[in-house]
């Protein structure tokens, strides 16, 4: 079953590193689908904090 | 205040939490968990639809002697003198080395050697001994294995190094330069051509038995070459790339190994500590593990959420109905 | 039938008193509770069920996998979707879970008699990471073949890779498909049913309650909570 969106391809990567030459001192380099994921997950974290909840009804009346 | 009595105080001050008497309001458990699952169950269609999921065909040991008959020539001449990865592993396949180490704990070497491979043996001699209505080959290698270890040495050592130069033919064979390679010149060839053929993939796999599971052999006949860790490097799936989170193709990895496979990219695990490194990593990731299990009783580290206050939003609603 | 004597309190039988035990701990209206304190108004409460929820469709879908064998994926369409559904299922339980994990630090969920809630949680996070790896190892394809002789690695180096090979598909199938979910949902069970029985944690007080809270006699309990921290401390 063919997917609508094909990812059986080469992918994007995040690339950057602290300090040149042939050793840099760290290098990055993780999936665009990787940073992608933690990124969502960071927001969704957020947002389940910050977005208001709906009162509901009987709030803070049974004991 | 004493120590003592900082302590009881925070211990009174944790019982307080113990109980709610403040106010209930309805709430349906039952409805909650039924909604969750049909919105989790939808979303995994919807992805599964949407993206599918890799699955890129092993690379097996006779793809491997067509696609690079050089580098599995050179490979096998490796096992056959024990020089390969595997052959210079140590436990639990062989006892050439010790293993990694941290200090004088050896646990690689404690935990001994459960899974014997014999390089020379598993990888090249058998599958060759195995082959029938060849006497030419069957001589050859008897005449090997009954040449003292220098000669053997000798051998190997200068095929290995004429390999350094050697190409691949239109049929698939290899071409290198004629020398003293003594019966090599008659095995690696046969062994080659019984590795294209797909008769050493199962050779390597049912040597011990009919039925079988158990993969360590021509896995790590393959790891040892060039091939798979060159299309593993080619995706990003490699140690010094983050490759323990990365995935095939562009699909999402094993995200949550972040830490783990951080440590692979830095000092000194990537410098002083590289011939150690695994055992390095297993011991920090061992002791952040504990730590984290056992955060409720970390100093500083659990009094974190008090000081950078996050549960005034997420209590924000209780602390005005409260207030109020 | 003649009418038996009730047991005596001495010679209590063992079921009886498991039964006692586990109704004290949980009775039914704190096991299926239909109401919950008004502090819980946070979507952050939601994603310990969706983390449960996304561990039934691993499950469930897992379970189809089996029922055709490990080999059935590679070549049919069908089995490919249920694959697929499988590692989805992973992503979000792990997704899920981490953001649970995130919530639960910030509220400092442990609180409260509460530390064995937090403990099987993190237990069942770092079991849950082996039972996923056992997975990628069983695919049968490039992936399980780079993954498995990688790790290995780091297995042989603590001495772990002489009795848990992940070079045997074998032996891995057999722990990502019986023994690593076992002690996943045995973890995931206990850590519910504490929930169940301690309640999720109340509110931190702050300093509005806390001047209601220092105008009660004084005692040395009170000396320790009225620090300047804004927070009960």
Known sequence: MAAVFNLNHHATYVHFHIGGGTTPFFVFDMSLSNVILIAVMLAVFVAAIALPFPHTPGAGGQK | MTWKERRAAARREDASYENWSGGYRPYDLVKEASIAFGVILALTVVLAILFSSPDEKPTTVKSWARTDPVDFVTTATTELDGSSGTGGYGPPYNHAADGQHIGPIRLQKWFGVSHPVDTAQDFVLAPLRSIPGDPTLQNAVSTYQNASASQQSAWTTAYEKALGNASATASGAISLKSGNYGPLNVMMPRLLSFAQSGGLDGQLLTSKQFYQTDYTKPLLFIADGGLLANRADAEHLSGDQWGMMNETGSYPGQVWLWLYTFWYQIKPFTSSWAANADIAVMAVMGVLSLLFVCIPFLPVINRIPRWIPVYRLIWRQHYRTASS | ?233
């Not at chain 3, 586990?22 to 919950?36: F, R």
């Not at chain 3, 879908?61 to 249920?82: A, M, Q, V, Y």
């Not at chain 3, 045997?168 to 690593?180: A, C, K, P």
């Open chain 3, 1 to 233: 039938m003649s009418v038996t004597q009730p047991p005596a309190e001495s010679s209590k039988s063992w079921t009886l008193r498991v039964r006692e035990r586990a109704v004290a701990a949980l009775p039914p209206e704190k096991l299926l509770a239909d109401k919950q304190p008004t502090y819980v108004a946070s979507w952050i409460y939601v994603f310990g069920v969706l983390s449960l929820t996304s561990l039934a469709v691993i499950i469930l879908t897992g379970s189809i996998l089996t029922l055709k064998g490990p080999g059935w994926w590679h070549f049919t369409g069908i089995g490919h979707f249920f694959n697929s559904m499988h590692l989805w299922s992973v992503e979000l339980f792990f997704f899920f879970m981490v953001i649970h994990l995130w919530g639960k630090y910030w509220m400092a969920a442990w609180r409260g008699g509460r530390k064995r809630v937090w403990i099987t949680g993190a237990v069942t996070f770092l079991v849950a990471v082996p039972c996923a790896l056992t997975g990628y190892v069983s695919q049968q394809n490039f992936d399980a073949q780079w993954i498995s002789t990688q790790a290995k690695d780091a297995m042989n180096s603590v001495g772990i890779g002489a009795f848990f090979n992940l070079l045997n598909f074998g032996q891995m199938y057999s722990y990502h498909v019986l023994l690593l979910p076992v002690a996943v949902v045995a973890l995931v069970v206990i850590h519910v049913l504490l929930v169940r029985k301690h309640g999720v944690v109340p509110p931190f007080r702050i300093s509005e309650r806390m001047a209601a809270f220092q105008s009660r006699p004084a005692s040395p309990a009170d000396a320790d909570l009225s620090s300047s921290h804004e927070v009960a401390s």
